[in-house]
C-alpha cells in the first residue's frame, strides 16, 4: 500500500504554533493564488498535522487563520458566489489512516459502506462550470469555497468543456483544470518564444493560464469532471442527481459530452470493501509515473446519496470522501552549480546540480534550466534553496528560488563568454545561446550519432574513428564520409586493410537506407527516430520534405506549428548537407512509403476528408498491423532476435501499425519476449492481447522478409 512519511512537525509553544499558522497560510495564500508556494507539499503537510496535534492539545488556542478549520484556498479572489459551497478534502497518508477514516465513517451512518468510488485526485485547480439549457453559461475558480473568480474568457482553450451539453439541461459540473503533460511542454513552448517566463509546473501553468486576459498566443489546459449538482433552476434533474450514486452522476456527466478521468488508465472504479479500494489505490500509484497528467493522490467517495447524505460535511470537508495523498512530486533542495552544456545541435544548455534529493521514489541531482535569460527572470544564485518538480517522465526541472530562505551568502551565476566546447563565439540573439560553429562544434558528436545503430548503422564507426576522421581533415560533415577513400583510410593510426575494407563496405550499405534513418541522421532538433519515420513516411521522398512549409508539416501526426516552424527552419539551414549526400548518392526515399497528393489537387481534396487516407506510407488496410498500436517488451527471439527495439518499431510501422513503449487501453497488442516485466502485467491486468516473438513474426511475415540482415 502506497504510505508517505507520518511525521508532524513538533510545536513546543503558544509562539511556535502561531509562526507555523502564518507560515502555513502564506504558504497557502501564494498556492491557491499563483500555484507557487515556499513549502513543498511535504513540508505544509507536516506542518498541518503540527499544527492540528497542537490545536487537539491546546483547543482553547486555535487561532482563526489555522488552516484546519478553513477552506483550503481561502486567499483567492471571487465574486460569483457558489449555490453550494466548494469545499476541500480531508487527507489521509497511510493505509492505517484510511482505515480508522472508513471505520469512523461507517460508525457514523451506522451501517458498512458496501460502495466505494475509488478515483485519482488530479493534480490542476477546482472549477465550477455552468450550463443553462445545454449551453456553456460560465466558469468559475473555487475561490475561498464560497464565491469565485469568473475565467468564462479562458473557457474555450479548456479541453473536455463542450461549447453545448449532448441535452438541454441546466447543471453545474464540477471538476478540475489542470495541464497534461503534453499541454504543458507546448504550453511551455509557446510562452518562450513569445519571450514569456516557462511555466514552473502543469499546476503553475493551469493557474496561470486560466487567469490571463491577453496574452497574443494559445494554451491549452484540460478539464476533468468529478461530481455535478443541480442550478437553481435545473428542474426534475435536481431530484434525479440527488438520488443518483456519485458514479451514475459521473456516467452521466460523461454522456452529456463533458471530458471525465473514464478513458483514461486511472479511471474512477467502484470497490465494495476496503480490500478492494486498498488494491485500486496501489494500482493507481504505481501507474502515476506513466500517465500523461500529475495526479497527487487517489479520492475515495461513498457511492451511494444516501450514504453521502448521512455523512453530511463540514465546514471544509466532506465526511463521505477523502484524499489519500501520494509522495510529493516537488522538494525543495540547494543548487550547487550550473553546468553548460553544449548539445549535437550547437545549443547551449544549462543545467542545475542540485544537492541529491528523493522526489517520488527516485533520487534528482540534475534539473533542467532554460536558458540564460530564464535564469535572469528568476533571479536564481548558486547556494539557493530552490522549489524542484519532478513528475513522472517529466524531466526535474526548478521552479523558483525560495527567496525568504536566503542567506546572503548565495553568489550570482556565470553565464559563459565563450563556447564551453570550443571557445567560438556565442550566437546570443535568441534566448537559446548556441555555439556560432553549430553543428560543427560537436562534429564528433553529430558524425557520431548520424553513423550509430538507429540511424545509418555503420559498423565499425565509433567516436574514435570519428575523432581520427575529423582530426586527419577528412570529414567535416557525415556527407564527407559517402566520399572517403581507401588510401586515406589505410593512412591513418591502426587502420589495415580488413577494417578498412569493412568500413567501406558499412558506409556502402548505409547509402542505401531508407530515408526515415537518413533523415533521423541529419539530427534536426526536435525529431527523433519515431518522429522522423511519420515524417519519413508521410512524404516519401526528401524533396518532398524539404519543400513542405509549415502547414504541410502539421499533417504529420504530432507536429503542431511550433515544431513544423522549428522543422522548416532547420532544414533551411541543413540543405548544403543534404545536397551533399544527395549528390554522395544516399538513398532519399521510403520504400514502402506512397507520397501524400500534391497540393489542390482532387484527390487531396479526396483525402482531406480522411486524415489517415494521405500519405500515411500505404497503411492500407492489407497490412496486417493496420490500425493497430503495439507495444514491444523483453528480449526478441527467433527471427526477431537480432532487431533492435528501434528495428522492431520500424517493422511494426512498415507493417502498418503505430509502436509505442507504454501500454496502456489503447494498446492492441504486446509483443512480450523472456524477462517481459512490468508492461506484461499492466496488459494482463487491462486484457490487452499478448504475442510472443515468434507469433509476431508470423504475422508480420512478408514485412520481416524485408528486414535487412534477417
Ligand atoms: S471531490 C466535496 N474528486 O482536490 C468534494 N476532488 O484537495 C470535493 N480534486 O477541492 C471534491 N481530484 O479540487 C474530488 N476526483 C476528485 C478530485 C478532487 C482532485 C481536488 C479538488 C478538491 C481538492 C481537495
Keep these: 500500500m502506497v504510505t508517505m512519511t507520518n511525521s508532524a512537525a513538533v510545536l513546543a509553544d503558544t509562539a511556535a504554533y502561531a509562526a507555523a499558522v502564518e507560515q502555513a497560510s502564506v504558504a497557502a495564500a501564494a498556492y491557491y493564488a499563483t500555484g507557487e508556494s515556499a513549502l513543498d507539499d511535504d513540508a505544509y503537510d507536516r506542518l498541518a498535522r503540527g499544527i492540528a496535534a497542537y490545536e487537539a492539545d491546546h483547543p482553547e488556542e486555535v487561532l482563526a487563520a489555522s488552516p484546519t478549520g478553513k477552506v483550503a484556498g481561502g486567499a483567492a479572489v471571487g465574486d460569483v458566489p457558489h449555490t453550494?459551497?466548494?469545499?476541500?478534502?480531508?487527507?489521509?497518508?497511510?493505509?492505517?489512516?484510511?482505515?480508522?477514516?472508513?471505520?469512523?465513517?461507517?460508525?457514523?451512518?451506522?451501517?458498512?459502506?458496501?460502495?466505494?468510488?475509488?478515483?485519482?485526485?488530479?493534480?490542476?485547480?477546482?472549477?465550477?462550470?455552468?450550463?443553462?439549457?445545454?449551453?456553456?453559461?460560465?466558469?468559475?475558480?473555487?475561490?475561498?469555497?464560497?464565491?469565485?473568480?469568473?475565467?468564462?474568457?479562458?473557457?474555450?482553450?479548456?479541453?473536455?468543456?463542450?461549447?453545448?451539453?449532448?441535452?438541454?439541461?441546466?447543471?453545474?459540473?464540477?471538476?478540475?483544470i489542470l495541464m497534461t503533460n503534453d499541454q504543458f511542454d507546448q504550453g511551455n513552448a509557446i510562452r518562450t518564444e513569445h519571450g514569456g517566463a516557462p511555466f514552473a509546473n502543469p499546476r503553475n501553468g493551469a493557474a496561470g493560464t486560466l487567469r490571463a486576459k491577453d496574452r497574443a498566443y494559445r494554451v491549452e489546459t484540460t478539464f476533468f469532471a468529478y461530481g455535478a449538482l443541480p442550478l437553481p433552476d435545473s428542474g426534475e434533474l435536481g431530484e434525479t442527481l440527488a438520488?443518483?450514486?456519485?458514479?451514475?452522476?459521473?456516467?452521466?456527466?460523461?454522456?452529456?459530452?463533458?471530458?471525465?478521468?473514464?478513458?483514461?488508465?486511472?479511471?474512477?472504479?467502484?470497490?465494495?470493501?476496503?480490500?478492494?479500494?486498498?488494491?485500486?489505490?496501489?494500482?493507481?500509484?504505481?501507474?502515476?509515473?506513466?500517465?500523461?497528467?500529475?495526479?497527487?493522490?487517489?479520492?475515495?467517495?461513498?457511492?451511494?446519496?444516501?450514504?453521502?447524505?448521512?455523512?453530511?460535511?463540514?465546514?471544509r470537508a466532506p465526511r463521505w470522501a477523502i484524499a489519500y495523498k501520494l509522495p510529493a512530486v516537488e522538494k525543495i533542495t540547494r543548487l550547487l552549480a550550473v553546468e553548460w552544456n553544449v548539445g549535437r545541435t550547437g545549443i547551449i544548455a544549462p543545467r542545475a546540480v542540485l544537492e541529491p534529493v528523493e522526489i517520488d521514489g527516485s533520487t534528482v541531482g540534475y534539473a533542467t534550466l532554460h536558458n540564460p535569460a530564464d535564469i535572469t527572470r528568476r533571479d536564481l544564485r548558486l547556494g539557493d534553496q530552490v522549489m524542484v518538480y519532478k513528475a513522472g517522465d517529466i524531466i526535474p526541472r526548478i521552479e523558483a528560488p525560495v527567496v525568504h530562505l536566503r542567506t546572503g551568502d548565495e553568489t550570482p551565476i556565470d553565464f559563459p563568454e565563450s563556447c564551453p566546447q570550443c571557445g567560438s563565439d556565442i550566437d546570443t540573439s535568441e534566448q537559446r545561446w548556441r555555439c556560432t560553429r553549430g553543428r560543427n562544434c560537436r562534429l564528433v558528436a553529430s558524425v557520431s550519432y548520424a553513423a550509430g545503430r538507429d540511424q545509418l548503422d555503420i559498423e565499425g564507426l565509433g567516436s574514435t574513428r570519428v575523432v581520427q576522421l575529423v582530426d586527419a581533415g577528412l570529414v567535416a560533415d557525415f556527407a564527407d564520409l559517402?566520399?572517403?577513400?581507401?588510401?586515406?583510410?589505410?593512412?591513418?593510426?591502426?587502420?589495415?586493410?580488413?577494417?578498412?575494407?569493412?568500413?567501406?563496405?558499412?558506409?556502402?550499405?548505409?547509402?542505401?537506407?531508407?530515408?526515415?534513418?537518413?533523415?533521423?541522421?541529419?539530427?534536426?532538433?526536435?525529431?527523433?527516430?519515431?518522429?522522423?519515420?511519420?515524417?519519413?513516411?508521410?512524404?516519401?521522398?526528401?524533396?518532398?520534405?524539404?519543400a513542405a512549409d509549415v502547414e504541410t508539416l502539421q499533417r504529420v501526426d504530432g507536429i503542431g506549428k511550433e515544431k513544423a516552424a522549428a522543422v522548416v527552419a532547420e532544414l533551411v539551414e541543413l540543405a548544403p548537407l543534404i545536397d551533399k549526400l544527395v549528390a554522395a548518392g544516399v538513398s532519399m526515399t521510403e520504400p514502402g512509403a506512397t507520397p501524400p497528393p500534391e497540393a489542390g489537387t482532387e484527390e487531396e481534396a479526396a483525402a482531406g476528408a480522411d486524415p489517415e487516407a494521405a500519405g500515411t506510407g500505404g497503411t492500407g488496410s492489407a497490412l496486417p498491423l493496420a490500425g493497430m498500436t503495439v507495444v514491444v517488451t523483453g528480449a526478441m527471439s527467433g527471427a526477431l532476435e537480432k532487431l533492435s527495439r528501434n528495428q522492431m518499431n520500424e517493422l511494426i510501422e512498415r507493417a502498418g501499425g503505430k509502436s509505442s513503449s507504454s501500454v496502456s487501453k489503447r494498446t492492441s497488442l504486446l509483443v512480450a519476449g523472456d524477462k517481459a516485466g512490468s508492461k506484461r502485467t499492466k496488459a494482463e491486468d487491462l486484457g490487452v492481447r499478448i504475442a510472443v516473438p515468434e507469433e509476431f513474426a508470423e504475422l508480420v511475415g512478408a514485412f520481416l522478409a524485408a528486414e535487412e540482415g534477417v
Design 84 to 176: 453550494v459551497p466548494m469545499l476541500s478534502l480531508d487527507n489521509v497518508f497511510s493505509a492505517e489512516q484510511f482505515a480508522t477514516w472508513t471505520a469512523s465513517l461507517e460508525r457514523r451512518i451506522g451501517r458498512p459502506v458496501t460502495a466505494w468510488s475509488v478515483e485519482p485526485k488530479l493534480d490542476g485547480l477546482a472549477v465550477a462550470a455552468r450550463y443553462r439549457d445545454g449551453r456553456f453559461e460560465r466558469l468559475i475558480t473555487r475561490g475561498d469555497g464560497t464565491a469565485g473568480e469568473d475565467v468564462s474568457h479562458a473557457a474555450g482553450a479548456v479541453v473536455g468543456l463542450p461549447e453545448r451539453l449532448a441535452e438541454p439541461v441546466t447543471i453545474e459540473v464540477r471538476g478540475e
Design 243 to 315: 438520488e443518483l450514486p456519485h458514479s451514475e452522476v459521473l456516467s452521466y456527466v460523461a454522456e452529456l459530452g463533458v471530458h471525465t478521468a473514464a478513458g483514461t488508465d486511472v479511471a474512477p472504479v467502484l470497490a465494495a470493501t476496503v480490500e478492494e479500494v486498498r488494491a485500486r489505490v496501489d494500482a493507481i500509484g504505481s501507474l502515476r509515473a506513466a500517465l500523461p497528467f500529475g495526479i497527487d493522490g487517489i479520492v475515495i467517495k461513498a457511492d451511494l446519496a444516501a450514504d453521502q447524505r448521512e455523512a453530511g460535511s463540514g465546514t
Design 482 to 546: 559517402f566520399t572517403l577513400e581507401r588510401e586515406q583510410l589505410l593512412a591513418l593510426d591502426r587502420m589495415g586493410e580488413t577494417s578498412t575494407d569493412n568500413l567501406l563496405a558499412a558506409i556502402e550499405t548505409a547509402r542505401t537506407r531508407p530515408l526515415s534513418r537518413v533523415f533521423c541522421a541529419l539530427g534536426v532538433r526536435g525529431t527523433g527516430r519515431s518522429m522522423s519515420r511519420r515524417i519519413a513516411r508521410y512524404f516519401a521522398t526528401m524533396d518532398r520534405i524539404v
